[in-house]
């Protein structure tokens, strides 16, 4: 199994940048296709991006191509998402998941970090 354990979230302002990451436990994680979802007050949980196992393929949410960035270092067990000119409509809880498919919905990622908050005022 894979515990997933997200950091790097806070306030930040429209325009700014920051840096998730999302520490995995267990030698399962190179072999998990890995997502970041990020959930809103009063909305659903919705995709944001995801990397395969190897790295070698990224897909991404239409709202943030462009600004984002998914990355993983298999050697440290550690996925990363790159956040550069922020919006604050990107204001949400954000987390990360593993999945053995390719996946863009919830429903295909079995395990789950606990989520870290990211504010963006104006």
């Known amino acids: 199994q894979v515990q997933l354990v997200e950091s790097g979230g806070g306030l930040v302002q429209a325009g700014d940048s920051l840096r998730l990451s999302c520490a995995a436990s267990?030698?399962?994680?190179?072999?998990?296709?890995m997502g970041w979802f990020r959930q809103a007050p009063g909305k659903e949980r919705e995709f944001v991006a995801v990397?395969?196992?190897?790295?070698?393929?990224?897909d991404y949410s239409i709202s943030v191509k462009g600004r984002f960035t998914i990355s993983r270092d298999n050697a440290k067990n550690t996925l990363y998402l790159q956040m550069n000119n922020m919006k604050p409509e990107d204001t949400a809880v954000y987390y990360c998941?593993?999945?053995?498919?390719?996946?863009?919905?919830?429903?295909?990622?079995?395990?789950w970090g606990q989520g870290t908050q990211v504010t963006v005022s104006t």
């Open positions: 990397i395969s196992a190897s790295g070698r393929s990224t």
């Open positions: 998941a593993a999945s053995g498919l390719f996946g863009v919905v919830t429903t295909q990622y079995r395990y």
């Open positions: 267990g030698r399962t994680f190179s072999n998990n296709n």
